[in-house]
């Protein structure tokens, strides 16, 4: 590779580098780059539909004057701070026990957990609306082995429907993340369990002081991937609530907020594209503690 | 002796953790199955036997929807969208790889992180954009914002490492082009690493939700995910049909992940390789 950067062979590389990584480039320019920049210049503006005005700061004031905003960004932040540990700690629960090999059924057991990835986001949502209805198959298994009394109110009670968010997205997504610990754990020499079994550090501490150290990285990255994930969430609570994320705006996210303000009121694409760069902040906070956090790994 | 019960209660514990959360993970499939059986009241009100309402269920799905027009829109979106991203993020991810230039590494990092932009901040200019163009209501809108994406890019880049650059030596000694080797040499080779590639991509395509709802508008041009989601938010549902759509919606992806079941999974780890 040396010789590319002499002279004629070198030009000649270049141009052919170029015309393979075009497309991407372009397409990505086009229809990534231009629009953010886009959506942040529109968030300086104000009026309705097409018919904007410059308006300085004056959406981000607005921001904090609304109580529907600061209702979808508290249910934004519930959800991730909420859900991720809990669907985290169950998949590395899952993923430890199911890489013991003497499990009988484990290749079973693997591709049961991991079943819920192939479903789309809208279908197992209009599932779940069905199964926690209120007189159904989830609460009338409740009252049957008598956990519950009476039937939960999980889609009209703004506790519950939350509740519900979070089950859901937790269904589908721990054997996803599962999956990367698995393999993660492929990686770990066994012989470190065998040494600490053999001097009597039980299961729990074997979990606690082996394998989250030493998955810390690829906890890391789905953690991260996770929050951003659910930093974006909307085709869940969508399907859930008939579009409304409610009961009285219970379940709204940032993402359905930018949805209902620009296609479903009086379109306001200044307002909204100032929502959406809250989104765009939140995110790029995270990246960055990811950012700083595997340079502190590589150390 | 107290160790022996230990380990037993142990060993009963795990099965009963893991065997729970299997059958959790299970149970809305199999409810799935047993609701496109029943009627609709009965599925609400939590019945888990075989009924007999399927053919009627059935009927009533292919009376109220389209349905060979709405799958042939969602394959049509979804094949079109993995091929053209393939085709792009291949390109892209051989020639980061393989070519070096002057600000390569740069623009790669800035490529990398157009992974971390949020949809929801580009669906009003690209509504606007599509709608300039005369595009709402096509399946071209639908797939063009789609083409370009820094994920597979990357993921083929990754897995370029692994080519062997002694393959492009020879070939290059045979007089190929950089196309012809590309396309002749590169593309067989890789083939795994396409069909990994191609699982999620696709997937997403046919999965794909928010961008198709804003975009396609009209009831000739809507997806089964679109359709799905519009049976289950009518005043009063009618359950029988939601599951037969949401089994139909469910079986290509399930089909794809029974038999290429390594490949599902392999694409779904590519981005920690």
Redesign the interface.
Known sequence: ?AL??RGGIGRY??V??????A??????A???????L??LW?SFQSGRG?MLKFAGFSNIIRLWNDPVFIKALTNTLTYFVVQVPIMIL?AL??AS??NNPK?VGRG??R??????????????S??????F?H???????LEAIGIIGEPIPWLTHPFWAKVLVILAIT?RW???NM??YL??MQNIDKSIYEVARIDGVP?WARFTHITIPLLKP?IL?TTI?ST?GT??L??EV??LT??KGGPSNATLT??LY??NL??RFMPN?GY??TV??V??VL??LL?CLQFFAARERDR | MNNGTTRIAGTIVTYGFVGLMAFLSIFPFLWMLLGATNSSIDIIKGRMMPGSALATNIATFFTQVNAPLVFWNSAKIAILATVLTLAVSSLAGYGFEVFRSRHRDRIYSALLLTMMIPFAALMIPLFIMMGKAGLINTHFAVVLPTIGSAFVVFYFRQTTKAFPSELRDAAKVDGLKEWQIFLYIYVPVMRSTYAAAFIIVFMTAWNNYLWPLIVLQSNETKTITLVISSLASAYYPDYGVVMVGTILATLPTLAVFFFMQRQFVQGMLGSVK
Request: aromatic share 20%.
């Open positions: 590779m590319a950067r590389y270049n052919n580098g170029w015309l393979f990584v497309p991407a480039l372009g397409l990505i086009l229809f990534m780059i231009y629009p953010i886009w959506s529109m097409m169950l629960i899952l026990l199911l499990l079973f057991f591709t049961a957990i991991f079943l819920p990835c192939v479903t789309s986001l809208v279908a197992y209009v599932l779940f609306k069905g199964m209805a007189d159904g198959i989830v609460n009338s298994t269904w721990t054997g996803y999956i990367f393999a993660a299961a690829v990255f991937i951003i930093i974006q909307f085709d969508y399907n008939e579009g940032l993402s930018i949805y620009t296609f694409f909204a594209a959406s760069y989104i765009v995110v790029a990246a």
